[in-house]
């Protein structure tokens, strides 16, 4: 297995950040690494997304987990779990702020060939929490 994560503590509550991560349409608005993000993020939808890091390809993913608030889970990958990839957004609530972690793990028998050909993402989830931060910060 291998994964990325950033997290970040956001001057704002779960209902804000969750407003702004489950807003397709807007991810570009906040996020320079998201291109566009097609669909309705919402339990068991597939929604498409465009990176920066790869704008030539759509990524498909499900929606398998989805706990307004608190938790989204989106899931990706190859058929036959040759190589898969989970998002994980966790918010926690600490006094007036949010934790806000988001956490990506890879596995599959394809992980060792497709890893060496990725872009290093670590630094597009820090732009992505700090983001979301600026624009979460920012509405208050």
């Not at 993020?41 to 929606?63: C, D, H, L, M």
């Not at 007036?96 to 956490?103: D, E, Q, Y």
Request: charged share 20%; hydrophobic share 35%.
């Amino acid at each position: 297995m291998k994964s990325y994560d950033a997290s970040s503590t956001i001057q704002a509550g779960p209902d804000t950040i969750w407003g702004i991560l489950t807003d397709a349409p807007n991810y570009s608005a906040w996020d320079s690494g998201v291109i566009r993000v097609e669909g309705r993020i919402a339990q068991g939808e597939t929604i498409k997304v465009v990176s920066s890091a790869n704008p030539g390809r759509t990524f498909p993913v499900k929606v398998t987990e989805f706990q307004p608030g608190r938790r989204m889970v989106w899931s990706g990958g190859m058929p036959l779990g040759l190589f898969k990839g989970v998002r994980t957004f966790s918010l926690s609530p600490e006094g007036g702020a949010t934790r806000l972690t988001v956490r990506e793990e890879y596995t599959g028998p394809l992980l060792g060939m497709i890893w060496k050909s990725m872009p290093d993402l670590g630094p597009s989830f820090n732009q992505f929490v700090t983001g979301l931060k600026s624009r979460a910060e920012r509405g208050r």
